[in-house]
């Protein structure tokens, strides 16, 4: 299994980026996926999640400016992520968790700065 983040980067505060996490070794559709981020010194934490029917569900602190998606025909779920703060800058990473709760998967982060 494998689950490829890519799009991270440096953008300015108010900026926008989108990220992509292209996953392979699932059946996609059977998964619920997710975004996390990791900030320097601190925990992981959510930053929202999307069902196979494309209910989401956002942190507090990223609802109304990220939006997260999905392309089941082409495995990959994507995180909008517009209105940047410097306080975004972080590793995010993105995980796959099958309905069942049986199955669980991390992909490798991506970094993205927002520089003030």
């Known amino acids: 299994v494998q689950l490829q983040a890519s799009g991270g980067g440096l953008v300015q505060a108010g900026g926008s980026l989108r990220l992509s996490c292209a996953a392979s070794?699932?059946?996609?559709?059977?998964?619920?996926m997710g975004w996390y981020r990791q900030a320097p010194g601190k925990q992981r934490a959510l930053v929202g999640s999307i069902t196979p029917d494309n209910d989401t569900n956002y942190a507090g602190a990223v609802k109304g400016r990220f939006t997260i998606s999905r392309d089941n025909a082409e495995n990959t779920v994507y995180l909008q992520m517009s209105s940047l703060k410097p306080e975004d800058t972080a590793v995010y990473y993105c995980?796959?968790?099958?309905?069942?709760?049986?199955?669980?998967?991390w992909g490798q982060g991506t970094l993205v700065t927002v520089s003030s």
């Open positions: 070794g699932i059946i996609f559709s059977h998964y619920v």
């Open positions: 995980d796959a968790r099958s309905l069942n709760n049986v199955y669980y998967y």
